[in-house]
């Protein structure tokens, strides 16, 4: 019944991986589970198995093989939708909200600078979204870096966008939203310095955008919240490309505070491409072993759901202060997914990130 249930589990996964949406499951009635049971079971054997659902794990760690999955797999995919969309155009033009950004929920007026452009590499890009009026005094800038085990994710979903970007443009702040480069393309050394490149480009173009360079927080979810923790442990990889210290930073629950640790016990396998094999490259992207100095304000966002994420955010956060830092966690009972796509809905947990912001001086 167990393996049955965690099949199942694999099943909805599956459903999410290839791009499933409510609205084509509305048009083409409910979607057969047992059909996608049959079509991926060895796809979840090979690459997934052991992993508990509940926590994400399953789901990354499908999109992490998503070339690999068997024909079955994919043919069942491809009968309701295509793998994956093909990536935005590069655009350096400022529109208003219009039916392209129509599954992003923004304030009206609201003016998009799309695919700007920090690095060579096409995935080294920034979209900027500014408040339709000008304020009298320079914006505030909130920037924010995707998840995605390191190996998928993109700046424009709506996930990473929506609540947020709503929430605070409406509050007159600027909302940057980052791509960088992935596995295998590039390790998550070379990520967080494209971050830092993000963040420089920021920095250097705020003034064009009326954004105030000096009122920068940096936020990330899951793999980016391990990427912003690491150039907030470390900031000498921010600045070795060009990036000036920012107010503050905020990590939506991050599990990888302490890589070494993660590597030596049974771990997902989307680590072992993330992270490779060797110790030495470990500690180098390990953000507890990075921190060894006083490091700018962070709040440590965690899920009370898993086993993985409070505990280790507790001991980042207490080294943080014993070298003079103010590090709060955050438990919030809320899945891996929901503290990414909830945050800027009203209630308390926006309220907690907020005050958060707050106690750095910005509105």
Known sequence: ?????????????????IGISSAVAQETGKPDFRAFVQACRSDYQRFCAGMQPGNGAILTCLRQHADELSASCKGMAQQRTKMSAEPPGNSNTVRAQDSSVADEKLPPGTQILRDVAYGSDPKQRIDVYRPAAVAASPLPILIMVHGGAWGWGDKASPGVVSNKADYWLAKNYIFVSVNNRLVPQADPAQQAADVAAAIAKVQAGAAGWHGDAARIVLMGHSAGAHLVVLLAADPQIAAKAGAKPWLGTVALDSAAYDVPSIMAKRHAKFYDGAFGKDPDFWRQVSPIDRLTTKPTPMLLVCSSRRLDSCGPAKVFAAKAVSLGGQAQVLPEDLSHEEI????????????????????????
């Open 1 to 17: 019944m167990r393996g049955k249930c965690l099949d199942i589990a694999a099943a909805f996964a599956m459903a999410a991986v």
């Open 340 to 363: 990414n796509v909830t945050l800027g809905e009203p209630g308390a947990y926006t309220d907690k990130v907020e005050a958060f912001m707050q106690s750095l001086g910005l509105p």
